[in-house]
């Protein structure tokens, strides 16, 4: 129906944990009209800030979503990216981020989101921003969160449809990472009582 | 030469991956004329605030400090209690004591500790703090933490000399974690040149 208004559209999601192509596909298959330019994600927005900052990560990231980062320079990296690692979040592997990141002078840390936990089908697990506290306290510094509901990232959205703020609505069931961000950013927003609302 | 003085003496450790009955034998094997009841450590301080607060922990420590715990109830658990746990912070774990502490009406996280990471032979490694960070993040909650510079650390070691705080002065090389912590308890401090001194 949003389409057919000839209204700009854009999917703006948090999902770290594939690559949007498979993204995509899922929602294909529940019946959506939707391509893989029409989505905002955490990674391809990291990748944006990479490219302009001429940062080479070191990923703490779900194997699902390393093609992501693809065409990045990963080579002696200057920064960490973390996201949803899930399995990969293992003992050897924090600590190898971390030491990535207190032998740069400037550590840099970008994450994929914020969230605190999140349910699966056999139970709560930790989310991204668990880990990412771990490793702002061990470097002493603070990350820098791509994803809702940061401003950049609402702000990327719009770049990519080429409208101004004040132009778009923002509609999610999230309070404060869908409706919340996208005010902060000047947009309007509205929120579905739908999804994970309660 | 402190022994030969007629002085009361206490061996204050931040040490959490081993008990102290092989704790003390590293430094007997070391020189040092000393026996496990001269040791305040961080578990065995966490065992009498578990004791006194009916309080029944899940474990995410070291597998060499769980003896420390031997005795204290462990069943339907109404607290995490965190330790260095190297090896045993995997995902699963980590995940575990989430869900243990999420579930709770009020729930309590005691950390052994609130370090940031520590050197080994293969490398730095992340320390308890860090993952004490991802909990409370987590849960949105604030840990408490037992073992130095915490007031009641310092408390506990004097209660067991049975001396006040101005009768007492404490000998380190950490500025915050020893002279700090047992200044704040209202001891005298004295800082040493050697260990880990910089």
């Known amino acids: 129906r949003i389409k057919a208004s000839g209204l700009k559209l854009r999917f703006c999601t948090n999902e770290t944990q594939v690559t949007r192509e498979k993204f995509v596909k899922k929602l294909q298959g529940l019946g959506f009209d939707i391509s ?53 979040f293992s003992y050897a592997n924090l600590n190898e981020a971390f030491r990535v990141l207190i032998e740069l002078e400037n550590p840099v840390l970008i994450s994929l989101g914020r969230g ?22 061990a470097c002493d510094i603070q990350a820098e969160v791509v994803g809702k509901p940061a401003k950049m990232f609402f702000e990327s959205a719009l770049a990519e449809v080429g409208v101004q703020p004040q132009q778009a609505i923002m509609i999610g069931d999230d309070i404060v990472n869908d409706v919340g961000g996208a005010q902060q950013c000047g947009m309007r927003a509205l929120q579905v009582r739908t999804g994970k609302y309660r």
Chains 1, 2 share one sequence.
């Open 36 to 88: 893989v330019d029409e989505v905002t994600a955490p990674a391809p927005a990291a990748c944006r800030v990479l490219k302009e900052r001429n940062l080479r990560p070191h990923l703490l990231v779900h194997d699902d979503v390393v093609p992501e980062f693809a065409e990045i320079d990963k080579a002696n990296p200057n920064c960490v990216v973390v996201g949803d690692a899930a399995d990969n």
């Open 116 to 137: 605190r936990y999140y349910k699966e089908t056999d139970g709560l697990k930790l989310d991204v921003g668990a880990y990412m506290k771990a490793l702002e306290y």
